[in-house]
């Protein structure tokens, strides 16, 4: 045998020590392990030699069965049923992702092999998601038929029925039935209208008039009754509401339309409209489904997002392992994650030394080293070797979870100015109905025949639907496409307001620096105390604070207990050690002390009963990406500004190091408060970018809010828009995202009233036909939605 073979089964290499071969119609064939020789003589066992007919030629490597076999029988347990299926008509169904699936051969494998298992009511196979979609009765064991699977070479997963019913799914595959019927009843009616139309130019026998006529009715009753029922079920609600929208008047026109041909068919009238009918209704549609996968790309955020969690995790049980659903995870859990598994809830490093990849979270590529001690992110993957993690957050407290909810509340965030756009459309919708009453009653004495037709003209060409998708397309497009750039907009008025600042104001600690200061020197100023002495009460006033400088502080081991700790913001913070009150923060909070040699230091000061014990020098390094951030904006046309708590003379370094010509120091929230609302009342527009927990008061006063946030502190962030991740590149990114939003939507605005104040004169006098009207009115919104689209593809 050679050793260039390949195995017949999975195509990897026969290693040479290898002499293994399986019997497939009479021909001896390779294979490279048992595993593979036990699938193929399962395969050829059960009849079905004809996969490997049918199959493309496989992936090295696909197929071939996992060495450790999973412990399937877990999945018989009762809690995890209830999590991994659902019961319906006397079965159980589950719904099992795939892994190893390459070609439509496989899905025919599945279906045939489980098909055959007892127990198996119907097995149906998605090729194109890898889902399987199983139903089996109560009696049989889902282990057996997930090990089934297993034994063919593939690696099952059951999926949660949480993560599969999604509502936007549903509302997208009725969208799609309604276009499709409108679709299809557009063209067959087109069809016989070739034949109506004739009439102007041949001459047609009456019943063949009427038989098309009849044919037509029965085509365009479905597209009005089931396609077009959206817009008549949204009319009548804005009407009961006292709100018409804009659905009032397509409701209006496609009703009319279709019931003045009604009875033109059955009185043998003079025309009818069934093919204008089926021709709005499409383009309205269409011009619908597409706004809708706009707004579905935000979901899919969302969803991407959740679906990074595994659905079970193994917890360590007094030494024993067990495979349990992630939501009965608890914290104070230990759970042993293997290599190239997904951490299933925050926790902290117990076990081992890994790296992990945090890309989607962070938007950081590079994978980062972790030891014992430190924190791992739900959803992160660990690349390297097995660990063991403590859980200390799981579900919606994780930082996924935290991720997920304010991508959703951002999707929710609507401008005020398009609040007010809603709150007056009800108004536009009354003018253009008054308006196309003015219309038919001047034509009707003009010229009674023509007077529906320009009417129903009138009523189609000006449904302002363009108007309405103006901005809300625009700002669901960069939304979606902000937060996959790694920026979470929690305010709906952010974006807009943000494009117009002429100022970005930035704190220095954990905003311009990385938030990871370290202790460079003590001074120890009572000859009673030692600097261990000192660094554990300061651990100790910093345990439960959120300031970044608090981790500077951090020791392991016991801590003496405190009692009525206070943090006061901007100046310290202070509590009771032995009853005795110590204070740790400015000099000016504890009491006076010294300054540092070192220029750039960050001085804290420890104290008890107004005198100063001891006073600690930190260090902080900038981001590296400060300097270029700050200067790009610079570019942009923003004046930056340093406002900071620290010392003059570390404040003025950092801005002398990134260029900044206006720096504060030594500020109060107050103090900044202050300088934001100077100047804003000298005519700017001001950004802060700055923490957005302990800064919180400033932030609201600045027109727009940006903080860096990560981990725990996500969710207590209350800034408008959030960056995800250590770099400060984004906020050039947010700032030209919002000026082309606002540029888009300028030009949306532009030309759905360009197109109005044209279309409508000319449809009122007449030169406008309905089947025209849909088309004009229908690609209006259409040029709206894509406009609005190219912001997805914003770099």
């Not at 579905?296 to 991407?304: E, F, G, K, L, P």
């Not at 302002?464 to 939304?479: I, K, Q, S, V, Y």
């Not at 300031?547 to 310290?572: K, M, T």
């Amino acid at each position: 045998m050679g050793h260039a073979e390949a195995c017949f089964h999975c195509a990897l290499p026969v290693p040479p020590n290898c002499n293994l071969t399986v019997t497939i119609e009479d021909a001896q064939q390779p294979v490279c392990c048992p595993g593979c020789k036990a699938v193929a003589e399962l395969i050829r066992d059960t009849g079905m030699t004809r996969y490997y007919e049918l199959r493309d030629a496989p992936e090295p490597g696909v197929g071939k069965p996992p060495e450790e076999a999973a412990e399937w029988i877990v999945f018989d347990n009762p809690d995890m049923l209830e999590a991994f299926t659902e019961q319906r008509d006397g079965a159980r169904e589950a719904t099992i992702y795939v892994g190893g699936m390459y070609c439509s051969a496989c899905s025919w494998l599945i279906e045939t092999t489980l098909g055959k298992q007892p127990g198996i009511r119907t097995a149906e196979v998605n090729p194109i998601t890898h889902r399987l979609r199983l139903q089996f009765a109560g009696d049989s064991r889902l282990s057996d038929h997930l090990a089934t699977l297993a034994g063919l070479g593939y690696q099952p997963q059951p999926l949660s029925p949480e993560s599969i019913a999604r509502p936007e799914v549903a509302e997208q595959r009725t969208a799609l039935k309604r276009l499709l019927v409108a679709s299809l009843g557009m063209m067959q009616v087109m069809m016989f209208a070739v034949g109506l139309y004739s009439m102007d130019f041949y001459t047609i026998d009456p019943e063949m008039q009427h038989f098309l006529r009849l044919v037509s009715f029965f085509v365009t009753t479905p597209v009005v009754f089931y396609a077009a029922k959206p817009f008549f079920t949204s009319a009548w609600r804005g009407v009961v509401g006292r709100k018409p929208g804009m659905d009032l008047p397509v409701s209006v026109a496609v009703g009319a339309a279709y019931a003045a041909s009604v009875y033109a068919t059955f009185t043998r009238g003079e025309a009818v409209w069934f093919d204008s009918v089926t021709m709005f209704v499409f383009f309205l549609t269409l011009g619908r489904f597409l706004e809708m996968r706009a707004r579905h790309r935000s979901i899919d955020r969302s969803t991407a997002l959740s679906s990074l969690l595994p659905n079970t995790a193994t917890r360590i049980d007094d030494e024993a392992h067990l495979v349990v659903p992630v939501n009965q995870l608890q914290c104070g859990d230990r759970v042993l994650i293997r290599a190239g598994e997904p951490v299933p809830a925050d926790g902290v490093l117990a076990d081992g030394a890994t790296s992990v990849d945090e890309a989607l979270l962070t938007g950081e590529a590079r994978a980062r080293v972790k030891a014992v001690g430190d924190e791992l992110a739900a959803g992160s993957v660990n690349l390297d070797g097995m660990i063991e993690m403590t859980v200390t957050r799981t579900g919606g407290d994780t930082t996924l979870g935290t991720i997920s909810r304010m991508s959703e509340r951002a999707r929710y965030a609507r401008p005020s100015f398009v609040t007010l756009a809603d709150r007056i459309a009800s108004y536009i919708v009354i003018a253009l109905l008054v308006v196309a009453a003015a219309v038919a009653t001047f034509w009707y004495f003009v010229d009674a025949e023509r007077a529906f037709v320009i009417t129903l003209s009138v009523l189609v060409v000006t449904c302002p639907c363009a108007l309405a998708l103006a901005t809300p397309a625009a700002f669901a497009a960069a939304g979606s496409r902000l937060s996959q750039l790694r920026l979470l907009v929690t305010n709906g008025d952010a974006i807009e307001s943000l494009s117009r600042v002429n100022v970005a104001m930035f704190d220095k600690t954990g905003t311009l620096t990385l938030g990871e200061p370290r202790i460079e020197s003590v001074v120890v100023t009572d000859p009673g105390r030692t600097e261990r002495d000192c660094r554990v009460i300061a651990a100790a006033l910093e345990h439960p604070s959120t300031h970044p400088l608090a981790r500077a502080f951090e020791l392991d081991g016991a801590l003496p207990a405190i009692s009525n700790h206070q943090i006061v913001v901007g100046q310290g913070v202070s509590a009771t050690i032995d009853g005795r009150e110590w204070r740790l923060g400015n000099a000016r909070f504890v009491g006076g002390g010294a300054a540092s040699d070192d220029a750039s230091a960050t001085n804290v000061f420890l104290g008890t009963e107004g005198r100063v014990v001891a006073w600690f020098a930190l260090e902080d390094a900038l981001r590296p990406d400060a300097a270029g951030t700050l200067a790009r904006l610079r570019q942009l046309g923003l004046e930056t500004e340093l406002v900071s708590g620290d010392n003059r003379v570390a404040v003025d370094a950092t801005a002398a190091q990134l260029g900044i010509r206006t720096s504060h120091s030594q500020c109060s929230p107050e103090d900044k408060l202050a300088i934001i609302e100077a100047a804003q009342r000298a005519g700017n527009r001001v950004v802060m970018i700055g923490d957005g927990i302990n800064d919180a008061p400033v932030l609201a006063g600045a027109d727009t809010s940006i903080a860096p946030a990560h981990g725990a502190l996500l969710a207590q962030t209350s800034a408008d828009i959030v960056m995800l991740g250590d770099s400060l590149k984004p906020l050039t990114t947010a700032v030209q995202m919002a000026r082309k939003t606002m540029r888009i939507v300028r030009q949306n605005l532009a030309w759905a009233i360009v197109y109005n104040a044209l279309a409508l004169p000319l449809a009122a006098a007449g030169y406008v036909p309905p089947w025209a009207a849909a088309i004009g009115m229908s690609a209006s919104s259409l040029v709206v939605v894509l406009n609005a689209l190219r912001l997805n593809r914003f770099e």
